[in-house]
């Protein structure tokens, strides 16, 4: 009975770890991106934590992303074509996002 209890207490105990490190989209992004994109997984367009893997160490990434996003295109992704600022983002959008999405790598 004792070990069931330990059990429970230290799967309890991974789910309140896995809830801290779970990252959350901003607004914005939910807003603009969501729709084609989600953090964790590949939807119409990669993964945020793809597109960061690809630019991590790389210190120009959050304007490299910016400069991407704001001119659209498919990136060598071979998944479709991004439309240039999605889905109508405002500059600070666009930096905003690329900045969440350069900070996923760290």
Do not use: Q, R
Request: charged share 20%; aromatic share 4%; proline share 3%.
């Amino acid at each position: 009975m004792k070990s069931i209890i330990v059990s429970m207490v230290a799967a309890a105990g991974l789910v309140v770890a896995g809830a801290a490190l779970a990252v959350d989209m901003p607004a914005e992004g939910k807003a603009k991106c969501g729709a084609c994109h989600a953090i964790d997984k590949k939807v119409v367009g990669p993964a945020f934590n793809d597109v960061a893997a690809k630019y991590k160490g790389d210190k120009d990434a959050a304007s490299k992303l910016a400069a991407n996003i704001t001119k659209g295109g498919s990136f060598g992704w071979k998944l479709g074509s991004m439309p240039a600022k999605g889905m109508g983002a405002t500059d600070a959008e666009v930096n905003s996002m690329a900045a969440f999405i350069a900070g996923l790598a760290k």
